[in-house]
């Protein structure tokens, strides 16, 4: 079994991000917003950690990366909404080359215990497409409960997506633990 770790996401991602992302941009155009060309390079990817860094800095998202044996191989991160909302919206994915070996459930029981432990959230959202079955079970697997449908929410691909809504609870009695350290599975 390979290890499964998240951190926070460093500068220094920008070049493997930018290659994951570069590989896998067929693979997943059905289920992410088109980019301009830039953005699949180390230079755009640069810019992109920049402005998740600073988000950081402000308290709005805990930006990641999901690691497997000292290899970046995909991002997760955690959008904060404070005031009395006191909630995260949960976004994820893990390199084609990467699935089907537990890395992207282990990354999000990872990120509910740091969304529960670390930044105090009341609860945490997510969105899938309604294809997206294996993100579903993930969430499934890790608490969430779907709570209702939004028809053409999201444009991916040339048209317009419909998505489930899933939230989680993150009181003491809901979170499941992963052993620690809390970062790593």
């Known amino acids: ?16 991000l930018a290659e994951l992302l570069s590989r896998d941009k067929q693979a997943y155009k059905r289920w992410m917003p088109a980019k301009p060309a830039e953005f699949y390079t180390p230079d ?6 920049a402005s998740l860094l600073d988000s950081h800095g402000k308290g709005l998202a805990w930006p990641g990366v999901v690691v497997s044996d000292g290899t970046v191989i995909g991002q997760i991160t955690l959008t904060i909404l404070r005031g009395p909302f006191q909630k995260g919206f949960l976004g994820y994915w893990v390199s084609s080359l990467h699935q089907g070996l537990g890395h992207t459930s282990r990354a999000v029981g990872l990120a509910v215990r740091i969304a ?12 899938t497409q309604l294809e997206n079955h294996a993100s579903q079970a993930i969430l499934r697997k890790h608490g969430f409960r779907s709570w209702g449908i ?15 809504f899933w939230e989680r609870k993150l009181t003491d009695a809901d979170v499941a633990l992963c052993s620690p350290p809390a970062t790593s599975c």
């Open 44 to 49: 755009g990817q640069a810019s992109v950690i």
């Open 116 to 127: 529960a432990d670390e930044l105090s959230l009341h609860r945490l959202e997510a969105h």
């Open 150 to 164: 939004a028809h053409e929410h999201f444009y991916a691909d040339g048209a317009w997506r419909d998505e489930v």
């Open 1 to 16: 079994m390979h290890s499964t770790l998240i951190r926070l996401i460093e500068p220094s991602d920008g070049p493997a």
